[in-house]
């Protein structure tokens, strides 16, 4: 069964402290491993797809890396609109529409 | 571009009485989920489509709850009847292909 795990579950920053999120996950074969930003009262918003290992992505503060086994969500000089809960999630080769999610880290910025 | 759309935003009933959530999918996307988020589970699949059709159900948590999807721009959760439990924030999200999933902003569903 597909499992995806990250740590920590929360980070408190202050503004321009930079950190790194952990997803690490269990699947048969990967289709996609997928970020997402959830500010409060709203949905899972979408900010990367991560397919082979060796990958990454950027935008803005944010650069989401993949090895084999994990990926990570570095925040580089965060700011309190960093702030929010950050979900990584799984599709596998197994299960072609499913997303398997993790339960989150939750980061706060402070000024 | 407009997004997913879900209805109601908020729901607040008794327990026992029948509860339906409303989703519009992206135009374009063959692929719809229904997912529930609690403090507890966080997000769980319920059940997903594909191209309207219902391809696994098994997140479902028992015969009280169903979902439809008649055509490519509308689908249903309904829950018959409701208890408490079900108590949670109800997402609908779509995807093309096996692309990422886009989210509606939920459904806050309140049994009392």
Known sequence: EDQVTQSPEALRLQEGESSSLNCSYTVSGLRGLFWYRQDP????????????????KEKERL??????????????????????????????????GKLQFGAGTQVVVTP | DAGVIQSPRHEVTEMGQEVTLRCK???????????????????ELLIYFNNNVPIDDSGMPEDRFSAKMPNASFSTLKIQPSEPRDSAVYFCASSAGTGPCFFGDGTRLSIL
Do not use: N
Not at chain 1, 43 to 50: N, R, S, W
């Open chain 1, 41 to 56: 009262g709203k949905g899972p918003e979408f900010l990367f797809t991560l397919y082979s290992a060796g990958e990454e």
């Open chain 1, 63 to 96: 650069k989401a890396t993949l090895t084999k086994k994990e990926s990570f969500l570095h925040i580089t000089a965060p700011k309190p609109e960093d702030s929010a809960t950050y979900l990584c999630a799984v599709r596998s080769t197994d299960s072609w």
């Open chain 2, 25 to 43: 999918p992206i135009s374009g996307h063959d692929y719809l989920f229904w997912y529930r988020q609690t403090m507890m589970r966080g997000l």
